[in-house]
Structure formats: C-alpha cells, structure tokens
C-alpha cells in the first residue's frame, strides 16, 4: 500500500511539474498574418485580385516589377554615417528611423488594433517585395493580396513564423492610429524609402540575411 501510494504521490509530481512548466513558458506572440503560425512568410505577388478588411472588398494596386528599377547595391557601396536603428514608438504611433545620430525617416504609423504588437528589439530577418497577409475570422477576416515593402522582424521570444514586419499599407489612411493585426503599417512612400535604407541590402524581391548582409535592428516600445 505504501508502495502504491507513493508512486501515485510521484505521479501528481510529475503532472504538477509538467503543468506549472508549460504554465511558466513563454507564449508565442499571435500570428501578425498569414492566417496561423505553422509557415515562414513567403513572397507573392498576385495582380487582378481584390482585397478583404474590416467587412469590405479593397481594390489591390498592381505591381509590375519590368516598370520598377529593382536596386541591387554592392555590399559596402552604401554611404552611411553610422549604425543603422529602428525605433517604433507605440504611444505617439510614430517610427524613427537613425543613421548614426542623424535621422533619416520619422513618420505616422499604425500599430495593433485587433492584435498586440509586441514590444521588444528585434532584427529585420527578410525582406520581401510583396506578400499576402491574412487572418481573423468572421467579421475580423482580412485577405491582403500585394503587400508592398515588407520587412519582417524577430527575436528569441518572438519568433520568424509569428510573421510580424514593417510594411506598407494601401488600405487605410488611418497612419498615427493602430490599424493593424500586428505589424506596423507605414505609408507605402514611408515603406518603399525603409525598405531602400534598411540592411538586408535589396538583392531581389526577396533579400535574407546572411553573415555579411545582416539585418537592421528594431526596438519597439
């Protein structure tokens, strides 16, 4: 019997332990888009399709990359006056953008309305020229084909499939107000000349760090 009882005590133990332990572990942030968080982002561009947000059919600008001139820049061609930082002030809905002390960007933006935009620092881990972006359901469901000019971050807690980025948005004039599921909307002027400055260097319309092109660094507070 004092057998039986002490397994069964080093069971609840266990079970106890395992508890308090998935308890005690960080939680993933929500997905900022792509519908779930099971997949890395991938870059799209899908011209002729309409768009879904808040309840209503957006018109999708088309991209014709044969009329863009792509910018590939040399590793080390860039003039720059200092280290490049990102600061996302979610309060005032403002970001700034520094090279060395000198400010380079500073412009309105919207942050999480129906989803929390995190606050941490992160690096910028891929840039991609266009992707879709959805998620919600019922009448928070939003389908965004060609999302122009992304740029997404992460770090150790928050990781690359949670999809959260810097981008441009064409489908509110809401800047300086959280609009978002998450990521941090931009004017798509403000996100095309971010999206020229920030390192990656543009090689593509899909750029990923590596150990000589590395990624610039995102403080959100």
Known sequence: MKNKWGYIGSLLVVVLGVGLGYLSRPKLAECANLGNCG????????????????????????????????VT???????????????????????????????YLETPISTGKWGRTPPGEYTIWVKMRATRMEGGTGADYYNLPNVPYVMFFSNEKVPKIAGYSLHGAYWHNNFGHAMSHGCVNMRQIDAQKLYEWV????????????????GTKVTIF
């Open 39 to 70: 997949e890395l982002p991938v870059v799209a561009i899908n011209n002729g399709e309409s768009g879904i947000f808040a309840g209503r059919e957006i018109e999708v600008p088309e991209i014709d990359l044969q009329d863009e001139q792509l």
């Open 199 to 214: 390192t990656p260097i543009t090689t593509g319309t899909v750029t990923y760090t590596d150990a000589e092109n590395t």
């Open 73 to 103: 820049r040399v590793l080390g061609e860039e003039v720059t006056t200092g280290e490049k930082q990102i600061y996302v002030d979610l309060e005032k809905q403002m970001l700034t953008a520094y090279d060395g002390e000198t400010i």
